[in-house]
């Protein structure tokens, strides 16, 4: 891609932008403070720290509140790591119930049906070792219907618990919940309520439970101005604050929440106004957090550009600023991904192999904190009839064995899960399936530069399009038959396989 071509493309994503900014008329016409916003329960005005009755209020004085310390007991001793070389591999997986078995009720007939919509899991363990899996049902997606539902997995057994309604707003569709267990047993439930049917008219709610789920809390407002949507849990900071991933629906950004209470009384929003944040992350949504070994935080996102890869973006002083979002050797058809770290450190990445389908179901195990990838194996391609959608996942590692469990949306007929652990997804030698990036062309499985008028430099030709260094090669690079060089794939890196440059889709 030519210097023009890029500015071109960045000028696109701008006038997208404004155009957005244009239609969301709640979110418009609002004032920003650099990095922190909040309603005051009906999206018209903002004060600095306070959303509606159930939080502090500001200090009128102007003196900055008094700091917020939970009473939660963080453990900062490495326990269990379970290493990879003492697993015997695992793998299972299977249908929390039977497709199309759990009835829902459209408003508009009131005759109970089981053709109905399972979608946008999520999964965490209780304190005893229990998997719970939260995700929402109803008629389709935004039904009036549509309430929040869950079902859990005893150790020691094989069946899944009857599903129940776990949080229903009758008046409301109620969809993406993001279920997280914090350090002490209490669950916390995020739930985006659709206030006028659609994504775009979400306010954030939050139910929490301190007997594993018997009874719940009355549902607490996060935000009620429109337009922040969830998808996935919390990450506890180095610092004991509580970082929420969020996605602004109306612009497609990454945007995010911290709290120095989890959520009790007090709570912060947190994202980049600026224009030049605006095109270094556009079009990256439902961010999946990870801790980073020096004390960063880094984010995939769900990819809405032309590079249909994961992307992923990097954050130093705890959610307030990132870096620009950067693609990664993994693909992204437009659909939500998680990831996870494990005790031991390592990464492992839940996707769709592939640029333009929700399917296969596939992990990728990262050494390097999810920068690049040593293992890729495929957890669910089983499509007899061809056309599947085996997506939207969530994941989670058991602190009591160490195995790796996933959730995801089976076809929207049912929950599906996965059961692994690290050993087996070691094992794995699949190929990385994605499109080159703009400015690159595939030429045998591998991405080149394109020619530019073809002019390729001293050392390189123009061949089929592509800029092809002529052999002698560098250390890192092969000599075919053809007199070209070649990447020759790096140590303990899975290979990848490009499906065609961008241009060509």
Not at 36 to 63: H, Y
Not at 278 to 296: E, K, M, S, T
Request: aromatic content about 8%; charged content about 25%; proline content about 6%.
């Amino acid at each position: 891609m030519t210097l023009s071509d890029r500015e071109r493309l960045r000028l696109g994503w701008l006038c997208l932008v404004l155009l957005l900014l244009c239609a969301c008329s709640d979110e418009g016409d609002r004032p920003i403070d650099g990095d922190k916003m909040a309603s005051d329960g009906d999206g018209d005005s903002f004060d600095n720290d306070a959303t509606d009755g159930d939080r502090d209020e500001v200090e009128e004085d102007g003196e900055a509140e008094e700091e917020r310390e939970i009473d939660v007991e963080i453990d900062e001793e490495p326990g269990e790591t379970f290493p990879p070389e003492l697993q015997t591999p695992l793998f299972e997986r299977g249908l929390i119930l039977p497709p199309n078995s759990l009835p829902c009720t459209p408003v508009e007939t009131g005759v109970p049906q089981n053709n109905c919509n399972h979608h946008g899991s999520t999964v965490t363990e209780l304190a005893d070792g229990t998997v719970a899996a939260v995700w929402y049902h109803g008629e389709y997606e935004k039904s009036l219907d549509s309430r929040i539902v869950w079902s859990r997995l005893v150790p020691g057994t094989t069946e899944w618990s009857p599903v129940e309604v776990l949080y229903d707003d009758p008046e409301h569709s109620d969809g993406n919940p993001a279920v997280w267990t914090r350090e002490d047993g209490r669950l916390y439930v995020f739930v985006a309520t659709l206030w006028e049917g659609s994504w775009d008219s979400v306010k954030l709610r939050m139910v929490t439970s301190d007997d594993d789920g018997a009874n719940w809390s009355d549902p607490m407002f996060l935000r009620e101005a429109y337009c922040w949507n969830a998808r996935h849990r919390p990450l506890r900071l180095e610092d004991g604050r509580l970082l929420l991933p969020l996605y602004q629906e109306c612009l497609a950004l990454p945007v995010f929440m911290r709290s120095e209470d989890d959520f009790e009384s007090h709570w912060e929003e947190l994202y980049d106004a600026t224009g030049e944040s605006f095109l270094d992350h556009v079009g990256q949504i439902q961010p999946a957090l990870i801790r980073l070994g020096g004390g960063g935080v880094a984010a995939l996102t769900r990819d809405g550009t032309a590079a249909h890869r994961i992307q992923r973006m990097e954050s130093f002083d705890g959610g307030e600023s990132w870096t620009p979002s950067t693609p990664i050797n993994l693909p992204n058809s437009g659909t939500s991904i998680d990831q996870v770290r494990l005790l031991d450190g390592h990464v492992v990445v839940v996707f769709n192999n592939s640029p333009t389908l929700r399917f296969p179901l596939t992990v990728a195990l990262s050494l390097d904190e999810g920068r690049t990838f040593t293992a890729i194996r495929t957890v669910n391609d089983d499509c007899p009839e061809g056309g599947c959608s085996f997506h939207y996942p969530s994941i989670m590692q058991s602190k009591h064995d160490g195995t790796i469990w996933i959730t995801y949306t089976h076809k929207r007929e049912t929950i599906g899960w996965v059961h692994f652990n690290e050993a087996w997804l070691a094992q794995g030698g699949e190929l990385s399936r994605f499109f080159c990036l703009p400015g690159e062309g595939c030429v045998d499985g591998t991405c080149y530069p394109v020619c530019d008028d073809g002019n390729c430099g001293d050392d390189r030709s123009c061949v089929a399009g592509v800029c092809r260094r002529v052999c002698p090669c560098e250390a890192d690079e092969s000599c075919d038959s053809g007199g070209y060089c070649a990447p020759i794939p790096a140590p303990n890196r899975v290979d990848v396989l490009c499906q065609g440059d961008w241009l060509e889709r």
